[in-house]
């Protein structure tokens, strides 16, 4: 039954003090009768989505503006600039078109993206609606509905704002909405309309409605709302709280219901789905921020080359004769200008020379293998769950290769590493335990009197049957007829029942069902009236006055119900939140079998009652109402007054629930222990149900040492001691063991797990008053961590669970940290991670939304951590330091030719060399690597997750590896300059005597260049597919084939012609041809020579796996040899090694 | 219980069943089984190990020694003979053209140099300047030119680019060929003289046809078409040029204007400041006889060509040439060098392989 109606006393009503972030709708646009206040006629937006950025004016600078703020594109940008402002080396268009190129590409995807947008925006702000204007249906556009508009709306409709429910077809004034398209949600939900409106059904009825709606502001949180309705009667106003259940929002749809009448409360742009267009934050990973450092080093290099060369410059000017010998005299303007200007412009002129060394594609490679390879995760066969029907979700392609670096795992449990489907177990009353038949079969119960339905020992009759309906009224399940619902239904309808349940909660529907069994049926809830079916087959009714309901914070719930004029609060809740409320019952035995339960693994919750007086409930009403009627703080005085009512408590019984572990959950874990991962399970529950579930899962094996760090321990002993203790004891192990957690990992020792509760973290986290110890708490606790190899922390509010996480972020070592979740609950910790995934479970997609990968299972994490997050480090990094390298050999030579040209910055090669060179001639071969190289194969990295190890800590973009590259880079660059300097130093090239000019010679490095640094690359693959042979021969033919047409044709836009014949004419020398073969080999040596003996004195755990599999291939292969005879078939096996075979390869291996 | 429960009513609704999604969508979704898609295409996986590394040594090895001691050995039997006629030293004939050199005098300054060929050229001799220190490569240098006034263009050339500042114009008039390269053009004349038994000297026929390449002198460099190159052009010469361009070589017309081969050599500016350019060729005459007997030769120098202002050289060289261009003994050591450090790295490896190999080969295997 419903809050009698409140008499609105003007503004001094509760919650009016000094609220002014609120609106006030006139439903109908209709004003207020004269002596109620008068309100401040507000503007609204109209119904206009604007979800486009830009227009066709302003789209050009105010795109270029956005790229332009990107620090790469200002700097290519600042280069280009540079080139047209003064005389440099090479034409603006070397680097002008590249910028050109991705700009204008980007802008094209952009433009295109927002056309996209216009037309989405423009279909859905010209689709009709149906207005109630004057008594009659109206269809107006979308865009031009108002506030305060009366919007009709039929079944399978899209809500064209957010409105408040003022009536529908259905007597009760409910409707049914699906919110798919806004969280992803495709139950149907129930909303309620306005208890003095809901009779309204008709337009002319729904037109006489005289009514204000005052709420807060838009705000983006989807499930918050408050605000008020003041119904005017006879010029009496009445009022009438509004809550979520009323607010219909943009986007979801009309399920199951006629038509319902609602009152537009925010339009357009201030929709709730509108605001929570906005992007989250972004995410950067570890191998963007060693980019980024690589690239100041390069900028130094860069910045130090053109100081060394125009300071050189000047020194060797100093002769005059060389600043201007007789056949190279300066222009006359350039002869007056002053010395430092001169300097500066000879300055500019080498870091444009040398700009090159950063190239713009490098962004636009990485940009295009991040977005591209995220697509190998969501065409995984293995990330999709059959049951679900749901494959791997990317929502940010930015963190790709941070999956191949975690080193600290983050896991909900309920939901992630459990199936989150509850199953009733048992349920004891005052220390009598009762069993559902069909779960109890077979099964040995220790504390069970009875292998029966009920317990046969003589009980106190009267709490048994309290506590039986207690359960079946204290719940918010509802009950779906078999017809009302399609499709999207829940089977727990066992044969003959043609309804079931279904409700937010699980734990509820178990409860609620394993009821059914025990022979108590909740039926239905019809006029505010709960039935239940007896066990004689009785129907029993309560009126349902009020249901207090769950949140987090208080971990209970409880419902105030009047049976046959008896008034009962029942409560139901986690042990810890029900004990301190009761008075009386028999406490301890429940509390025995509560706890022995949650050692099994199993969820309990307690249930309580406490009858109330007619007085009593008046005050209890009278606190609701005061505190549901608040328009500010509502939530915190909701939760005071509940807080008052649910005291005096008396003990029923407990209950216990299963949740079942998800399929591999312990495979999953055990590889990511493996694999070096640290995984720690935070969790809501209390510390036995979740240390059960670590043990199952084996996060904890039998001989893991447990530390705690609990409530419990710190009541005996202060946090100080304890936290003291436990280190000692951590540390005098891991005294005697190896300092290096990676490579020592041995079963052998000790391994430690911790238990901590969010009482004590909050404690050690806490910022101490005796500040001596404040940052030591912390400091001793991330020590004990660290030597732990598994943590659970239990009974975590969601806050706390990212705090955990960012303690861990910002530890020391900064290691990469991993989320992963299925609710609510976990979306702050999802946040705050590295790496946010989120399980697609059955707890709504808040965590899929704000996820950065959603799976659908936890035992997917294993492909994608093992699999995916090995491969995409293993390639960005390879992309990376290859960039980086093919440039050094680009430019170094440039360098050294300064040496031999006096310094004037002569570039070496061609305009078109220098331009296409990272835009075509190398681009290709690299990108494709980046996004098939496979090191090692799939399986095997999923068989052996120790493999992981050898990627961790970023170690292939390391300093030491990234100076082998650019050592590497300077030899090659050596090699190909001097190699050609010798071979053109004052002598003949040719067999007809002729002289080869400067031309020739940039020409004969770069073509070196091109060949070596492409060979390199397909040293350096390990998978080798037909794509990889059309792309890297293919982008070597068509460097060939360009330089003979470049050189072919007198270009006629071009005003020189120095490239005419030269390729062509070099490679008619023979000795070029000999030295091309020459240089690329003395280039290519150093490298396979430390490949190999690396490989063979110090091989990572990869490359012995890589050996192993490549020798017993051999030897299956002699096998097959003597064995088979089909020819075919050994040719099949040795080039192209398919996987049916690997699979059989790896049965031998065993 | 509490950790689903406090999810769900944050989500805030009474919410249906947590139900699956419809049977539509599952076909939809499920992910392609293609092997691309599956990052499972064929693919040929190789290693580069000691063991596969190290046969690739040795045929290098054994490819690149015999190459490169091919390589010394033409080098090697190549003769060349190179003499130096700047005029540095009191004691060269040339030292006084030098000394006095001016850019106006009228008179050309002629010297001769005297030199012995110890062993006879038998094939083709090629002639060439070589200059030291001289940076034809220098950046304001190189782009001093206007290849479309080259190309016989006729607004080119009336107004050349902007690039031949400062030898673009003179005396307001367009300079043809205009730019500092031109402007530079080499002007020594060498001639050479056998002086035989009984001491009397022979000319030895120079050819100065096909020193440029074929491209050049056919296609890039073309006289402006119906206007002869004459006075009539309204062009000036490059500032330090005796002659205008269309006296170059009055004799040939095929030979004059911007197809003087000469010329064209000189504008395909060199790599490095030591450059030697191709002058002229001596054909050989007959089988029975050396294209140059060893004996003595004079050089005679029309010395027009200052070097010395910026500490230049002159060079003469005479050169046979084989298929692998001229006297070059780098590329035949380069070969031999790195022939035989592959073969010493194979022996290095063939060393490695059998210590490690069979160890990393018999532990390890994953389980």
């Known amino acids: 039954v419903l809050t009698p109606p409140v008499r609105t006393c003007t503004h001094k009503c509760v919650g009016e003090e000094n609220w002014v972030d609120s609106r006030t709708i006139y439903i109908g646009h209709k004003e207020p009768p004269p002596g109620t206040e008068a309100f401040i006629q507000q503007r609204f937006p109209d119904n206009r989505i604007v979800s486009s950025k830009y227009t066709f004016w302003n789209f050009i600078p105010k795109n270029m503006f956005e790229q332009f703020r990107r620090v790469a594109n200002f700097y290519f940008l600042i280069i280009f600039l540079v080139q047209l402002i003064i005389d440099t080396p090479t034409s603006p268009i070397t680097s002008g078109l590249p910028l050109f190129f991705v700009i204008t590409v980007t802008a094209i995807k952009q433009g295109y993206e927002d056309w996209l947008r216009h037309k989405a925006d423009n279909s859905v702000n010209q689709c009709p609606v149906h207005v109630v204007q004057h008594g009659k249906v109206v269809r107006k556009q979308s865009r031009k509905l108002r506030v305060g508009d009366v919007v009709l709306v039929k079944e399978d409709e899209t809500f064209p704002c957010d409105l408040i429910l003022l009536s529908t077809s259905r007597d009760d004034g409910t409707c049914y909405v699906t919110t798919a398209s806004l969280d992803g949600e495709s139950s149907h939900k129930t909303y309620y309309a306005v208890q003095d409106t809901k009779a309204h059904s008709t337009e002319e009825e729904v037109d006489s409605i005289h009514a204000t709606i005052e709420c807060e502001q838009p705000q983006p949180d989807l499930y918050k709302f408050v605000g008020r309705i003041n119904i005017y009667m006879d010029n009496e106003a009445v009022a009438r709280p509004l809550g979520s259940e009323n607010l219909l929002l943009r986007g979801a749809t009309l399920k199951n219901t006629e038509f319902i009448y609602a009152v537009a409360i925010y339009t357009g742009m201030e929709t709730k789905m509108a605001l929570n267009y906005q992007s989250k934050s972004q995410k950067r990973s570890a191998v963007e921020k060693s980019m980024n450092s690589y690239l100041v080093v390069y900028l130094c290099i860069l910045i130090s080359k053109a100081l060394i060369n125009t300071a050189l410059k000047y020194v060797w000017q100093a002769d005059p004769n060389r600043d201007e010998p007789w056949y190279n005299d300066r222009t006359e303007t350039e002869r007056q200008r002053h010395i430092v200007s ?498 697609m479970g059955k707890e709504g997609r808040q965590a899929v939304r704000n996820s950065d990968y959603a799976i659908p299972k936890f035992k997917h994490l294993k492909k994608m951590l093992l699999v995916h997050g090995h491969y995409y480090y293993i390639r960005i990094s390879e992309l990376v330091q290859y960039f980086f390298y093919k440039n050094v050999c680009f430019i170094f030579p440039q360098f050294l030719y300064q040496f031999f040209c006096g310094f004037s910055q002569q570039p070496l090669y061609d305009t078109a060399y220098l331009t296409l060179y990272n835009i075509s001639f190398t681009s290709l071969p690299i990108l494709l690597y980046s996004l098939i190289e496979q090191h090692i194969n799939m399986d095997i990295l999923k068989k052996d997750p120790s493999l992981y190890r050898d990627i961790a800590k970023n170690s292939l973009l390391r300093w030491p590896i990234f100076i082998y590259w650019t050592v590497l880079g300077v030899y090659d660059a050596i090699v190909m300059f001097f190699g050609a300097y010798f071979l053109f130093d004052n002598t003949t090239f040719t067999s007809n005597g002729q002289m080869f000019g400067n031309w020739t010679f940039g020409t004969l490095v770069f073509t070196v260049l091109v060949f070596t640094v492409t060979f390199k690359l397909a040293l350096d693959t390990h998978y080798w597919t037909w794509i990889n042979h059309f792309v890297i021969w293919g982008s070597l033919i068509f460097f060939v084939v360009f330089s003979l047409l470049w050189g072919g044709i007198i270009w006629p836009f071009l005003n020189y012609q120095r490239m005419y014949y030269v390729f062509m004419q070099m490679l008619s020398s023979g000795p070029a041809w000999l030295s091309i073969i020459l240089l690329i080999t003395a280039s290519l040596l150093p490298d396979v020579v430390k490949k190999v003996i690396c490989r063979a004195m110090w091989p990572t755990t990869t490359e012995r796996i890589q050996v192993s599999l490549l020798s017993l291939h051999q030897s299956l292969m002699v096998s097959l040899r003597s064995s088979v005879s089909s020819i075919q078939f050994q040719f099949n096996f040795i080039c192209i090694a398919p996987i049916h075979n690997r699979s059989y390869l790896r049965t031998l291996f065993k | 219980m509490a950790t689903s429960y406090n999810a769900k009513e944050e989500d805030g609704h009474h919410s249906g069943a947590s139900s699956h999604g419809a049977a539509g969508v599952v076909k939809s979704k499920k992910p392609d089984n293609t092997a691309f898609k599956q990052q499972r295409l064929p693919a040929w996986q190789p290693i580069l190990t000691a063991g596969t590394v190290l046969p690739a040594f040795f045929v290098i090895g054994l490819i690149f020694i015999p190459i490169g001691i091919g390589l010394y050995v033409s080098s090697n039997n190549i003769k060349e003979f190179e003499i130096d006629y700047t005029g540095v030293d009191i004691s060269n004939p040339c030292y006084s053209c030098a000394k006095n050199f001016s850019w106006n005098s009228t008179t050309p300054c002629v010297c001769s140099m005297n030199f012995t060929l110890e062993q006879p050229f038998e094939s083709n001799v090629f002639m060439y300047y070589g200059l030291s220190n001289f940076y034809q490569n220098h950046r304001r240098y190189v782009k001093s030119r206007d290849d479309s006034q080259l190309n016989g263009d006729q607004s080119a050339l009336k107004n050349p680019s902007k690039e031949c500042e400062p030898y673009r114009t003179s005396d307001g008039l367009p300079i043809a060929p205009c730019g500092a390269i031109a402007n530079s053009l080499f002007n020594d004349t060498l001639e050479l003289y056998h002086i035989d038994s009984n001491n009397t000297r022979n000319t030895i026929p120079l050819v100065k046809k096909g020193i440029a390449w074929w491209t050049d002198k056919h296609v890039k460099f073309r006289n402006p078409g119906f206007i002869k190159l004459n006075k009539h052009l309204c062009t000036n010469k490059p500032v330090n040029w005796r002659k205008p361009v269309y006296e170059l070589d009055p004799s040939d017309p095929d030979n004059n204007g911007f197809i003087n081969e000469d010329f064209i050599v000189w504008m395909r500016t060199a790599a490095l400041p030591t450059f030697r350019k191709l002058y002229r060729i001596i054909q050989k005459k007959s089988n029975t006889t050396p294209t140059l007997p060893s004996g003595k030769y004079v050089l005679e120098i029309t010395y027009n060509y200052p070097v010395l202002s910026f500490d230049g050289r002159k060079r003469m060289i005479l050169s046979t040439i084989s298929w692998m261009g001229g006297k070059n003994p780098f590329l035949g050591i380069a070969y031999i060098t790195v022939g035989s450090i592959c073969f010493f790295l194979g022996v290095v490896l063939l060393i490695i392989h059998h210590k490690y190999d069979t160890r990393s080969n018999s532990a390890d295997i994953p389980n």
Not at chain 1, 506 to 533: C, N, Q, W
Not at chain 1, 633 to 660: P, S
Not at chain 1, 819 to 837: K, P, Q, R, T
């Open chain 1, 342 to 839: 001169l300097a500066f412009t000879d300055f500019l002129a080498f870091m444009v020379l040398f700009n090159y060394i950063i190239p713009v594609s490098m962004y636009v490679t990485v940009e295009m293998q991040k977005f591209l390879g995220s697509y190998f995760i969501m065409w995984d066969d293995e990330i999709f769950d059959e049951e679900l029907g749901e494959r791997a979700v990317v929502n940010t392609s930015d963190l790709n290769e941070e999956l191949g670096q975690v080193e600290y795992v983050f896991t909900d449990k309920t939901g992630t590493l459990t199936e989150n489907n509850m199953e009733f177990i048992e349920c004891c009353v005052d220390g009598h335990v009762y069993v559902p038949h069909a779960i109890c079969n077979g099964q040995l119960m220790p504390g069970a009197a009875g292998m029966d339905m009920i317990d046969t020992s003589p009980g106190p009759e009267v709490h048994e049957e309290l506590f039986f309906r207690a359960l079946c009224l204290c719940h918010t399940v509802q009950v779906k007829e078999e017809e009302t619902v399609d499709g999207i239904k829940h089977g727990i309808h066992q044969g003959k029942s043609t309804s079931f349940y279904i409700s937010s909660s699980p734990d509820e529907v178990a409860l609620v069902e394993g009821m059914k069994r025990l022979g108590f049926t909740y039926l239905r809830l019809k006029d505010s009236h709960m039935e239940i079916l007896n066990r004689e087959d009785e129907i029993e009714r309560f009126e349902l006055l009020e249901v207090l309901t769950f949140d987090s914070v208080r971990r209970r719930m409880s419902v105030i119900v009047r049976a046959t004029g008896e008034l009962y609060l029942f409560c139901k809740g986690a042990d810890s939140s029900i004990f301190p409320r009761i008075i009386s019952g028999k406490v301890d035995q429940v509390k025995a079998r509560v706890e022995h339960n949650a050692v099994e693994g199993l969820r309990t919750l307690c249930v309580a009652y406490r009858p109330l007086t007619p007085e009593q409930y008046q005050e209890v009403c009278h606190l609701l109402n005061g505190a549901k009627l608040a328009l500010q703080d509502r939530d915190k005085r909701l939760a005071e007054a509940y807080d008052i009512i649910e005291k005096d408590l008396i003990l029923l019984g407990a209950t216990a629930v299963e949740d079942r572990l998800q399929e591999k959950a312990a495979d999953t874990i055990e590889s990511l222990h493996k694999a070096g991962m640290k995984v720690w399970v935070l969790t809501g529950d209390k510390m036995e149900t979740a240390a059960a579930t670590c043990y199952a899962s084996k996060l904890f094996h039998r001989n893991t040492q447990i530390l705690e760090l609990t409530t419990k321990r710190t009541e005996e002993q202060s946090l100080h001691d304890v936290l003291f203790d436990l280190s000692r004891t951590v540390l005098r192990q891991h005294g005697n063991m190896t300092r290096d957690t990676f490579s020592g990992f041995s079963g052998d020792c000790t391994d430690y797990g911790l238990i901590i509760d969010g009482a004590t973290l909050s404690a050690v986290m806490r910022p101490t008053q005796e500040d001596s110890n404040s940052g030591n708490y912390k400091e001793i606790f991330l020590e004990i961590c660290r030597n732990c190899s598994a943590v659970l922390c239990c009974r975590m509010a969601p806050l706390q669970k990212a705090q955990i996480v960012k303690l861990i972020k910002t530890s020391e070592e900064h290691p990469i940290t991993l989320a992963v979740g299925d609710g609510a609950n976990d979306v702050s910790m999802i946040l705050e991670a590295h790496v946010g995934i989120g399980i």
